[in-house]
């Protein structure tokens, strides 16, 4: 006799979070614009017959479309799309290591003041609320001040200002779970202290400490963007997003253009890695949704 | 009451202790440290280096150096400019007013109009105008502020001549009309942020509370609803927005630096890149630590003010 078989198969969390996520249809968007971001400025510039730092001075200020130039050439005719996308490749490697520097210093602050508390843990996010009290952009210009400009100070300065949220997110996560059975559990079977916080707690606290890298990324470009834009990020004659809007103010009249290409592929970038830190805030944990 | 003010004092000036010796330490950072200014010029031998170092005191240990440097802090002396030798703290506060104006009319605007959408929103859940709010207000937050100027520049100023393109005011004008036709750009490019932060805040409170089983009974008491929702549910959703302010304001200072920098706008912003500009490293320290105490005070006062609205938060 034939029996229905029941199916005892039962959703992992894995596949609940990704309906979750799917349904989020703002976050798959900006997760495509991001792939297609990446794609075309790792793969862009090889298609181009044209050099990010090629000057050409007969062909200053071209504007977009006319002739072989996309979107036209800047005030020494080299043309935008090449350093657009040489600039947008530069961005975001910035705003990427910023953030797993920032995540890597976060996690290991937060991981021994949620895990040691008491004097120690008071120490160190005293010192997370200090730092917190300098409004980000002045601290980082203050120290912009202090260094020389370029591509290691720029990421190195961003992920200094960046850290103490990631910091604030995984110590409330680690106080709470190093109660937990399996955090006891690890300690009855002698694990070490340094083992239950980086292979126990911390991995169990992923779900937000991933949403919190995508948001820092976002936030990571918006601040180099701002940096290069007044001159002490990356220098010229390399290209990144904000430094391509360094003289666009001059130009703002004359050749509009120049200011209008950056500035729209910084806010598609952000705004799609803030869409998808949402989506992934939803999906990973839909008890942390606030919105 | 007093014993939750006493605390949240007294872990006040902890972190004030904490910040400042963040801000010494820069100090020291700085390229030739706080001797910078002389080590620059070239008439200057090791010998008188050493001489002023020891006039000044830099000889001594560095915690008797911090104590010092922080007591004449609390004194009000912090230091000179290295540009015309004025004093720090005097530098400041002769830019504060214009920060202040743009500060004060950005919050206006966005609490205003942040609270009207996040209400709103929140009442209307998932309707059209909630979705198109959620999706502006995240847009608004990822647009570059100092971008977002560039092209409010270019569309009122060049394009369509209607605002001017910088400054607070015309030379020679100054007149109260004048004034606020400077104000109107920047304002609004720094409202348009804040007002989606606020939004964003006040539709998730608004969200909670409306949830409530006080607004329930209220409700089953056959209470109008305009009345349950001015009496019941705005009050308490309001008071969160207290905190928010509170939160808020680093963002802001940091928004009215980037829109001051585009606007040219002459204000704590505008000097403090300007100083930068011209290694005046008294004065970048200074505007850093006034900044910070800035927020320290801001947030100081919104967690006391909630303590007063609502009682709630006194024992805890």
Known sequence: ?291 | MARYVLNRLAQAVMLLVIVSAIGFALLHLAPGGPLSQFAASAQMTQEDLDRVSKQLGLDRPLPIQYLDWFLRMLRGDWGKSYRDGEAVLSVISSHLGATLELMVTATIVAVLLGCWIGILGALRRYSLFDSLATVGAMIALSIPTFWFGLVTIYVFSVTLGWLPAGNRETVGDGSFLDLLHHLIAPALVLGLVETAMWGRFMRSSMLEVINQDYIRTARAKGMPEWRILTVHALRNALLPMITVAGLQFPTLLGGALVAETVFTWPGMGRLFLDSIGYRDYPVVMGILMFSAIMVLIGSLIADILYAVVDPRIRVG
């Open chain 1, 1 to 291: 006799m034939a029996t229905a078989v029941l199916s005892t198969a039962h959703p992992t969390p894995g596949q609940g979070a990704w309906r979750r996520f799917r349904r989020h249809r703002l976050a798959l968007a900006g997760g495509v614009t991001i792939l297609v971001l990446v794609l075309g400025s790792a793969f862009g510039p090889y298609l181009l017959p044209f050099d990010d730092t090629y000057i050409d001075i007969l062909k200053r200020f071209a504007p977009p479309l006319s002739g072989a130039h996309i979107l036209g050439t800047d005030e020494l005719g080299r043309d935008v799309l090449a350093r657009l996308m040489m600039g947008a490749r530069v961005s975001l490697s910035i705003g990427f290591v910023a953030m797993v520097i920032a995540m890597v210093v976060g996690i290991v602050v937060g991981a021994f003041a949620g895990f040691y508390g008491g004097v120690v843990g008071a120490v160190l996010m005293r010192l997370v609320d200090a730092v917190l009290c300098f409004p980000t952009i002045f601290l980082l210009l203050a120290l912009a001040a202090l260094t020389e400009p370029g591509f290691v100070t720029t990421t190195a300065l961003i992920a200094a200002t960046a850290w103490m949220w990631v910091a604030r997110v995984v110590e409330a996560q680690v106080r709470s779970l190093r109660e937990r059975e399996f955090a006891v559990a690890a300690l009855a079977f002698g694990s070490s202290n340094l083992r239950i916080m980086f292979r126990e707690l911390v991995p169990n606290a992923m779900a937000p400490i991933l949403v919190a890298a995508t948001l820092n990324v976002a936030k990571a470009i918006l601040l180099e963007s701002y940096l290069s834009y007044l001159g002490y990020g990356i220098q010229p004659p390399a290209a990144s997003l904000g430094n391509m809007l360094n003289n666009a103010q001059i130009y703002l009249t004359s050749a509009p253009w120049l200011a209008i290409a950056p500035g729209v592929v910084i806010t598609l970038a952000v705004t799609s890695f803030n869409f998808l830190g949402d989506g992934l805030r939803d999906a990973l944990d839909p008890r942390m949704n606030i919105s």
